[in-house]
């Protein structure tokens, strides 16, 4: 249990549908993010939000939409999703820390949720 | 362009002995580096990390070791256990952008330890 929660765990939606993804932390990060993860790829990122504000967008789709309406909550909101878009999407929020004078940044990783687009 | 490579998609090992998994990266600029662990149905969990000041940092059974010449790194894991058999990211850092870091992750190499 790592503290980022992420709801729902799975989704199945058509091509048509409209459907949010959500991600919360209560561990006082700053920082949360969207990545995407399709089989036997690296983790892609998605979106960067720092205390609120999108800081990274790479080169996402418009067919995804992020918001952040605080630091605690962090959504993606799906519409008009292609097959391909089928994968894990996994939120992430980080804490600062001070290690022998290095400021390191650990990203705490949600379940994800499952997205099958049909 | 991949700049994070883990060769290995998959990795067995007796249990007691030791795992070593491996990981290449090409841009010389990161300068941290991090190891996760992710079991089925679950998202990765931080294992343990080292900073490019760094070539070798040591958690109980788990050790990464740096070699910036060779852009590579490893985690040791000694002695192995059943319940580390999960996939392992890699995943490295060129520093702080617009305020936060920003991660690029391999593609991950499935341990399995037997009993």
């Known amino acids: 249990e790592t503290g980022v929660t992420q709801t729902p765990r799975h989704l199945v939606m058509g091509m048509t549908n409209k459907k949010s993804l959500k991600c919360e932390q209560h561990?006082?990060?700053?920082?949360m993010y969207w990545y995407k993860q399709s089989a036997k790829k690296p983790l892609e990122l998605m979106f960067v939000?720092?205390?609120?504000?999108?800081?990274e967008n790479n080169s996402v789709p418009s067919r995804f939409s992020p918001e952040c309406p605080n630091s605690s909550h962090l959504f993606l909101h799906l519409h008009t999703l292609q097959p391909e878009d089928s994968a894990l999407y996994l939120c992430?929020?980080?804490?600062?820390?001070?290690?022998?004078?290095?400021?390191?940044?650990?990203?705490?990783f949600g379940p994800g949720t499952r997205l099958t687009v049909l | 362009d991949q700049q994070v490579k883990q060769n290995s998609p998959s990795l067995s090992v007796q249990e007691g002995r030791i795992s070593i998994l491996n990981c290449d990266y090409t841009?010389?600029?990161?300068?941290?580096f991090l190891w996760y662990k992710k079991y089925p149905a679950e998202g990765p969990t931080f294992l343990i990390s080292?900073?490019?000041?760094?070539d070798k940092n040591e958690d109980g059974r788990f050790t990464v070791f740096l070699n910036k010449s060779a852009k590579h790194l490893s985690l040791h894991i000694v002695p192995s256990q059943p319940g580390d058999s999960a996939v392992y990211f890699c995943?490295?850092?060129?520093?702080?952008?617009?305020?936060?870091?920003?991660?690029?992750f391999g593609t991950g190499t499935r341990l399995k330890v037997l009993a």
């Open positions: 995943a490295a850092s060129a520093g702080w952008t617009s305020g936060t870091y920003k991660y690029i």
């Open positions: 080292i900073s490019s000041i760094k």
């Open positions: 841009n010389s600029m990161f300068d941290y």
């Open positions: 939000y720092n205390f609120k504000e999108q800081t």
């Open positions: 561990l006082g990060h700053n920082a």
């Open positions: 992430a929020s980080t804490a600062r820390s001070l290690s022998a004078g290095v400021v390191t940044d650990t990203q705490y």
